[in-house]
C-alpha cells in the first residue's frame, strides 16, 4: 500500500491539516477554539501529545468533510473548474499568472488539473510555482465554500449522510478484524487506517460498495476457515 496521505506522527503536518481543514466550519463553531489552542501549543513548543494531535485532526477531518466534498463536488463542473481558475490568477504572483496563461493557451486545456496535470508542466511550471498554486488553493477552496455556501448545502448534506455510511462499514471491517479466528486481522487494520486516511484526510469519496465488498469478502473469509 502507498504511503499515507497525512503522516499521523508528524506534528507539524497534522497542525497544518487543522489549520487548514478548520476554515470550513462556522465561525462560532467550539471546534474552531480548540483548534487554534492546540495548533498554537504546537507551533510555539507546548506541552500537546501526538495523541492530541491525532484526535482533534480526525475531529476536524470528520467534522469538515461534507462540506470539503461540496467543494470537491463544484469544482467538477463547468461553473466550477472556471471559478476556481480565476481565483488562483487573481490570488498568484504576476510570473506565476502569466507562465499558467500562456500555457494553457498553447496546450488548449481549461482547468488547473488539466494544465498541472499536463506532460509537459513539470518544464514549465518549476517547483517554486508549483508550491506557490498549492498553497494559494489552501486558502481559496474553504473560501470557494464559504461564498457559494447556500449553492452547496444539499451537496454538503448528501456528503453527510454519505459519511455516515461510510463509517458504519468501517466500524464494521474493523469489527471482523477484532473477532476470534479471523485470518490476517493486522491486514485488515492496515485496510481501515488506509481507508480512514483517503476518506477524513485527502478527503476521497470512496464508494460505499467498495468497502462492502471488503466487509464481505473477509466476513466470507473467516466463515470458509471456521
Known sequence: MSDLYLNLHDRLA???????????????????????HVADAAIHGG???IETLNEIARETA???WPARIA????????????????RVLAAVSNSTEHLLERFRGSIKKETLQEVLDHEESQTVLHEAERIEIQEVLRHILPSIWKDKKKELLA??????DELGKLEELLTALRRVASQ????????????????????????????????????????DEREITQ
Open 155 to 160: 451537496s454538503a448534506k448528501s456528503a453527510k
Open 47 to 49: 506541552d500537546v501529545s
Open 62 to 64: 470528520r467534522a469538515s
Open 71 to 86: 467543494v470537491v463536488r463544484y469544482l467538477k463542473t463547468p461553473e466550477g473548474k472556471q471559478e476556481e481558475w480565476r
Open 180 to 219: 476470534e479466528g479471523t485470518l490476517n486481522p493486522d491486514e485488515i487494520e492496515s485496510k481501515v487506517v488506509h481507508y480512514e486516511d483517503r476518506i477524513y484526510y485527502e478527503g476521497e469519496e470512496v464508494p460505499a460498495e467498495i468497502l462492502e465488498q471488503e466487509v464481505g469478502f473477509y466476513l
Open 14 to 36: 497534522l497542525t497544518d491539516f487543522m489549520l487548514e481543514a478548520v476554515e470550513y466550519l462556522e465561525p462560532n463553531d467550539p471546534l474552531r477554539e480548540r483548534v487554534d
